[in-house]
């Protein structure tokens, strides 16, 4: 009989669309898995969870590849469908489209309802806020990553 294949180690991050300090970002990810599980962890047991935007979301998948992770993009449907719950508010861009402005809240809720082992929350926006009270909320560890980036 096989011994089972330990369950992979689910790694949150949110930040600001505007965070650009790709080193740290490593670092960060890099320091956050050696202090959780241990040093010389298998990388591929790692799975990075974001939102698929620019800025942080798409710098930590981009260090997360090079690091050996699994990436898990959660991308927000701003052009889809409004759900039931939403209220009469699709709003129109310059270019003519409309959006629901409530995608990115829904892709939080999301991310955050699949769970993670630890949530590294970025400097960022309301988006950010968001996400990581929902974090709070749902009881999975934060490490908070202060401070303008370096």
Known sequence: MRAARPQAF???VTGGRDYA???RV????QSAIEAHLGPGADPSRVVLVHG??????RLAAAAAK???FQVEPHPAHWTG???PTCPPHRRRRRDGSDYCPAAGVYRNAEMVELGADLALVFPGGRGTADCARRIRVAGIEVLEISGPAA
């Not at 490593?26 to 990810?29: G, P, S």
């Not at 698929?52 to 979301?57: H, I, N, Q, S, Y």
């Open 21 to 23: 300090d790709v080193k």
């Open 26 to 29: 490593e670092v960060e990810l």
């Open 52 to 57: 698929d935007a620019g800025g942080l979301d």
């Open 81 to 83: 469908p409004c759900r």
């Open 10 to 12: 689910r790694l949150l």
């Open 66 to 68: 090079r690091l050996g």
